[in-house]
């Protein structure tokens, strides 16, 4: 046994090989003996070295006791004590994701061990063993950063080792908005079809499907033409269960609807009464749903969107989304003249910025287009 080695404590060879660096952290006030901790390693130096590092933080006062705890143990702590208000989906989303795409990877590991390079793999692996997206790999990173963020906070962990993490690219989308020819044959072919309205204002309204499907008429004013827009509605992740859920950013808003889309839901609104009235007793829509099957029940959000691809199977624009009716309805109000900012609001995006990523090849066609006028009016002007 070596004492007195540099940096303090005591060394020594253990019966299986490894060498052992012992160094006291003070006195227990419960019991009045040493509190002491051990370092391994393969080789004297090593400890050694490993020793003297420690020795230096407990002088400069920076040193940490971290406890001995695997990284799957404390992922499950964090998920159940840590996530604070978030959403019931929120919460399945990191509950899941922690489940099925961290802990298999690097739960065995302990916390206080855990570095950038395990890290690293894991996503690697994620990406070509498991074939999930770069948007899903990030998503993967945000909760474990949140986690190992707490943790070093608690004192678990010195470093948070996803600083020097790669993440894949995420390769931005092509957004696919109906061209006007598309859009009138579009309108033209759903006449008369069992979801013409909800087709028809979501295309006029930029809602999202959950939004326009969860649309009351507690939040349609037809004096003032504004449509509120507060909730979704859909099938609660993970259940077979349709319910009313919060909005994707949290924030209501208030739309100022076109002449034609106020039409379309006073029309909606004649129809509900028409079957309410054949039906009698037979009617309910206790959620007060502007958008309903015959007897008042909601609409099933894979029945509508199965119904859409049918259409649009028949006009041969078989790669068209459902969500691409709201993107429709983006690149027509900016064409329109709509200033970036009260796109941004209608489409209940969360900055202005956003919406001008989202949405750059139309402002840039707009850009020309503006250009354009410009040198219209400079001919015009210096004429002689």
């Known amino acids: 046994m070596t004492k007195g080695a540099k940096g303090g404590g005591t060394i020594r060879q253990r019966p299986d090989g490894r060498w052992e660096a012992r160094y006291t952290l003070g006195i227990d006030p419960g019991t009045g003996k ?8 393969k080789t004297q130096k090593e400890v050694r070295q490993k020793l003297t590092a420690i020795t230096a933080e407990i002088d400069e006062g920076t040193y940490m006791d971290v406890p001995r705890l695997k990284t799957a143990d404390w992922l499950n702590t964090w998920v159940e004590e840590y996530i604070g208000n978030v959403k019931p989906a929120t919460r399945k989303s990191y509950q899941d994701h922690v489940r099925l795409n961290i802990i298999p990877y690097v739960g065995a590991v302990p916390l206080s061990k855990l570095t950038a390079a395990m890290i690293q793999q894991m996503y ?8 999930l997206s770069p948007k899903t790999i990030k998503n993967v990173h945000g909760v474990l950063h949140r986690a190992l963020e707490q943790a070093q906070k608690m004192g678990y962990i010195r470093n948070n080792p996803l600083t020097a993490v790669t993440l894949p690219r995420i390769e931005k989308k092509q957004i696919k908005p109906l061209e006007d020819n598309e859009l009138c ?8 079809d069992t979801y013409e309205l909800v087709y028809f204002v979501t295309v006029f309204t930029g809602l999202r499907q959950g939004e326009v499907l969860g649309l009351t008429w507690d939040c349609v004013n037809f004096e003032k033409h504004t449509l509120l827009i ?3 509605h859909g099938k609660k992740k993970g259940t077979c269960e349709y319910c009313f859920s919060s909005l994707k950013n949290d924030r209501p808003r208030l739309i100022e609807a076109a002449d034609g889309v106020m039409d379309a839901l006073k029309k909606q609104q004649i129809r509900q009464q028409r079957w309410a009235a054949r039906l009698k007793d037979g009617w309910e829509n206790s959620d007060n749903l502007v958008f309903t099957t015959e007897t008042g029940r909601y609409l099933c959000n894979q029945t509508v969107y199965l119904a859409f691809k049918k259409v649009m199977r028949r006009l041969h624009l078989d790669a068209t989304r459902f969500h691409d009716l709201r993107h429709t309805y983006a690149v027509n109000s900016l064409k329109s003249g709509d200033d970036i900012k009260t796109v941004q609001e209608n489409l209940g995006h969360q900055t202005a910025a956003f919406t001008l990523d989202v949405y750059a090849h139309a402002t840039s066609s707009m850009k020309h287009e503006s250009a354009n006028r410009m040198d219209q009016y400079i001919h015009n002007v210096t004429k002689p």
């Open 34 to 41: 040493q509190i002491q901790k051990s370092v391994y390693g």
């Open 124 to 131: 690697n692996e994620l990406q070509t063993e498991k074939w």
């Open 185 to 192: 044959a579009f309108l033209k072919e759903i006449r008369g």
């Open 230 to 232: 507060n909730k979704q």
